[in-house]
């Protein structure tokens, strides 16, 4: 089992900045890939940022260029996100996915004021 625990989350103006972190524990494989979701009010959970145990990183649009994704091979990940937007406001987590199987922490919550 893996348990995954989020930090960092707040309120921020528009055009803040905002570091999650995330801290696995438990039985850790040497190849996974960590990644941040998100989900707002009303919406379905959305990737955000993803990165292998290479180093290999992938973000959709919305968020390249502002937010960077980061690990070390220990279970720790952290999401730097600049120029905050109110779109952003959502309930940001933490994935780990090894051997195909999906684990999740519970949550942190981001909230941009305009």
């Known amino acids: 089992q893996v348990q995954l625990v989020e930090s960092g989350g707040g309120l921020v103006q528009s055009g803040g900045s905002l570091r999650l972190s995330c801290a696995a524990s438990?039985?850790?494989?040497?190849?996974?890939?960590m990644g941040w979701y998100r989900q707002a009010p009303g919406k379905q959970r959305e990737l955000v940022a993803t990165?292998?145990?290479?180093?290999?990183t992938n973000y959709p649009d919305s968020v390249k260029g502002r937010f960077t994704i980061s690990r070390d091979n220990s279970g720790k990940a952290a999401l730097q996100m600049v120029s905050l937007k109110p779109e952003d406001t959502a309930v940001y987590y933490c994935?780990?996915?090894?051997?195909?199987?999906?684990?999740w922490g519970k949550g942190t919550l981001v909230t941009v004021s305009s």
């Open positions: 990165i292998t145990s290479n180093g290999f």
């Open positions: 438990g039985s850790i494989s040497s190849r996974n890939a």
């Open positions: 994935n780990l996915r090894q051997q195909s199987v999906d684990y």
